[in-house]
């Protein structure tokens, strides 16, 4: 009976360290990749949101999705439809069970993708949490597809060369959140 239990307990062991180091790796490979997984919070999920004026059917993208927190809550709470899109497939999967587990499913799309292979042209209102130099680097895609009136909002980080579309400026202690208007 000891041995059958000390089995039990070996294999539990090795699956949670086997989950620990696919998340670790998972997160590694984010952070290579061009952002860290870093998720927001409730509190500046809503925020962010409370400044801007979502319509049922408008686009709203999320580069950089990591578990797809926006977007849900940007279908659940405007009847949007949301795209996400990241590079890490752990991420995208996990954003994908939970848009079904939440029953915003049928309205979400998690995309596993480089941001820069997504077009932006559809995009009305377009949410980043990327670091200074991605975003730098992103600058001649979003010049080149978004459309006029398409909002960008900037979680975290300033969009240098855009400060004329700067319309608000949400402060916050941590990550500030920057709207802009293209």
């Known amino acids: 009976m000891n041995i059958i239990l000390y089995f039990i307990l ?3 062991e ?3 360290l ?15 990749k061009g952002a860290p997984y870093v998720p927001t919070s409730k509190k500046q999920l809503e925020k962010i949101f409370k400044n801007l004026s979502l319509k049922k059917g408008d686009r709203f993208v999320e580069l950089g999705s990591g578990d ?8 659940k709470r405007y009847g949007v439809q949301g795209i996400g899109i990241d590079i890490n497939p752990l991420l995208v999967w996990w954003s994908r069970f939970l848009s079904n587990r939440d029953g915003t499913g049928s309205q979400t ?15 009305d ?13 992103l600058l001649p895609k979003f010049k080149k597809e978004l459309k006029k009136g398409t909002v960008i909002i900037s979680h975290g980080f300033k969009i240098i060369g855009y400060e004329k ?18």
């Open 68 to 75: 797809g927190r926006l977007t849900r809550y940007a279908v």
């Open 10 to 12: 070996l294999l539990t």
């Open 125 to 137: 209102y377009l949410y980043i949490f990327l670091m200074p130099e991605l975003i730098v680097k």
């Open 109 to 123: 799309q998690f995309l596993r993708k480089n941001v820069f292979d997504y077009s932006l042209k559809a995009v």
């Open 18 to 32: 086997m989950g620990v180091s696919i998340y670790g790796i998972g997160l590694l490979f984010s952070a290579i």
């Open 14 to 16: 090795l699956f949670i």
């Open 165 to 182: 579309k700067l319309f608000h400026t949400e402060p916050d202690t941590s990550f500030s959140t920057f709207y802009y208007k293209v």
